[in-house]
């Protein structure tokens, strides 16, 4: 039974699937949260970010219908993915609250080196990274809320995952790969979520 009719859309990162998204998924829905696990697939980064956005909203609107507002939860490139879905594929109007973990919201050092073409659009300074930031003021009028770790040895650098806009809140979980598991990220996500 839950508490909210608003459904939480959970997105999982590069290389996940969506059992990544189990414990906190678990953890929202104990919370009376209506959470469920949307996972563009393929994760590896062979296709491009607008790809697996596309895929994504596909799969959102098929389960909760084309209309219906949602809160969405990413993490790490499924929070870039969910970027995608709000500025550019016209969702804006139904998402509620946004909440990324470790996202490169600012780009990630390094991954113009990567031959597949999701970590190329993910690199610091990248034409994909600004347009994306073109489109801050979105969250003048959508709750936002980036939880992320000084830790993190795949976001480098990792205050990137932070935004000029909305809320950050740093926790200080010791690995990339172990935000989603850790507990207070999950109560942040959850408390978020549940805000007036």
Not at 9 to 32: C, H, T, V, Y
Not at 98 to 107: A, D, K, L, R
């Amino acid at each position: 039974m839950t508490t909210s009719s608003v459904p939480v859309i959970l997105i999982p990162g590069w290389l996940d699937n969506a059992a990544k998204m189990n414990s906190l998924r678990a953890f929202l829905q104990n919370e009376g949260l209506a959470a469920e696990t949307v996972s563009p697939q393929p994760s590896d980064g062979s296709v491009p970010i607008e790809t697996l956005a596309t895929q994504a909203l596909a799969e959102i609107n098929a389960r909760i219908g084309s209309a219906t507002p949602f809160d969405y939860v990413g993490f790490s490139m499924g929070g870039i993915i969910g970027r995608v879905i709000l500025h550019q594929l016209g969702a804006k109007a139904r998402v509620r609250r946004f909440v990324t973990i470790s996202s490169p919201h600012q780009g990630v050092i390094g991954a113009q080196f990567a031959w597949q073409p999701a970590l190329r659009q993910m690199h610091r300074g990248s034409a994909f990274m600004r347009e994306l930031n073109n489109h801050l003021t979105d969250f003048e009028t959508i709750p936002f809320l980036s939880i992320w770790t000084p830790l993190d040895l795949t976001v480098i650098p990792a205050n990137s995952s932070v935004l000029p806009v909305g809320r950050a809140q740093k926790i200080l979980s010791p690995a990339h790969a172990l935000m989603v598991y850790d507990p207070r990220v999950q109560r942040a996500v959850a408390d978020f979520l549940k805000a007036a």
